[in-house]
């Protein structure tokens, strides 16, 4: 499974951004898509993920009613949605898949995209 994160940028606080994450392989419909993100001297953390149907959606409460996750499968593609967006919001956002269930646990992970960068600046 390959995965390419895009949709990265500088963008100024209270601006908006829209993060895909296209896949490969031929059975992206059934994998739970996680967002995960490493800001510069912290560890990674779970920021939104998604079942295989788009039907179970978590996110940390820090971004709860600013960001939206969401799937279109015939795409194989995943978004993260983020408004409103603030200096703490400011990492590397990494998307990541797996084959069964939604955690919120990096570890569970086995595949990775290469993460794009997002900086929000005052």
């Known amino acids: ?11 100024q606080a209270g601006g ?3 993060l895909s994450c296209a896949t490969s392989g031929p059975t992206f419909s059934s994998y739970a898509v996680g967002w995960f993100r490493q800001a510069p001297g ?4 779970f920021v939104a993920a ?8 978590y996110t940390i409460d820090s971004v709860k ?10 795409k194989k593609t995943v978004y993260l949605q983020m408004t409103s ?5 400011t990492a590397v956002y990494y ?5 069964t269930y939604v955690t919120m646990d990096s570890a569970t992970y086995p595949y990775w995209g290469q993460g794009t960068q997002v900086t929000v600046s005052s």
């Not at 912290?42 to 953390?45: D, G």
């Not at 998604?50 to 959606?57: T, V």
């Open 42 to 45: 912290k560890e990674r953390e």
């Open 16 to 18: 908006s951004l829209r």
């Open 1 to 11: 499974v390959q995965l390419q994160a895009s949709g990265g940028g500088l963008v």
């Open 50 to 57: 998604i079942d295989w149907s788009g039907g179970r959606k």
């Open 85 to 89: 967006l603030k200096l703490e919001d």
């Open 65 to 74: 009613g600013r960001f939206t996750i969401s799937r279109d499968n015939a």
């Open 95 to 99: 998307c990541a898949v797996r084959a």
